[in-house]
């Protein structure tokens, strides 16, 4: 009884001692275990925070680079208006310098027109009497000897004339005279194709054929 009252005393000393034991452990591994997994979210929040850090500053980067390009281009289109706006001025200041010089040589040559003319009309006050003169003599010559070839070109339009009518005519009178004979062609070619006549009218056919 004693024994067995020791042994069993041993025995939940032994599972007290197992109990703690297993109790410690589970202690221990569940601090070592919370300890892994603060580190670990500690690690991931680390890297999560230094790569926001990392893209914060790679679009920082971009936006910069992005900025530059805009910026980059729209002085690139800047010069280029500019550039066109530049020739556009030039080429209007151009064609108003032309237009300018132009006109003024069209005023000059036309004031100059005008000078001559003053200059020569008042030369030609002198001798313009005399050369109205002979250029109305002229006239009148002209005037006459145009006058002179009309009525021989009347005359010789109703020569013609005639000559045309007299002609139609004949010619009237020619076709007459060969329907007639291409009728007697025809009646003795009839005649000689129905029967065959004597030797003698034969001849006469023929001669009148011929």
Known sequence: MLGRRIFNERLKELWAAKFVQRSYRGHLGRQTSYF??????????????????????MVREIVKIRNIAVINLQKLWRKCMAIDIAHNLRRQRFGSTTIQRV??????????HSER??????????????????????????????????SILDKEKASLQERVASISNELNNF????VQ???????????????????STQRVLREKKV
């Open 175 to 178: 076709q007459l005279q060969a």
């Open 181 to 199: 004979l291409e009728k007697t062609m025809h009646e003795i070619s009839m005649v000689e194709s129905q029967k065959r006549p004597h030797i």
């Open 36 to 57: 892994r997994r603060m580190s670990i979210g500690a690690q991931i929040n680390i890297a999560r925070v230094w790569k926001g850090y990392v893209d914060r500053q």
């Open 103 to 112: 006109f003024r040589g069209y005023k000059g040559r036309r004031k100059a």
């Open 117 to 150: 003319e003053k200059y020569i009309f008042s030369k030609s006050q002198s001798i313009g009497i005399e050369l109205g003169r002979q250029m109305l003599v002229e006239h009148k010559l002209h005037a006459t000897r145009l006058q002179s070839e009309l």
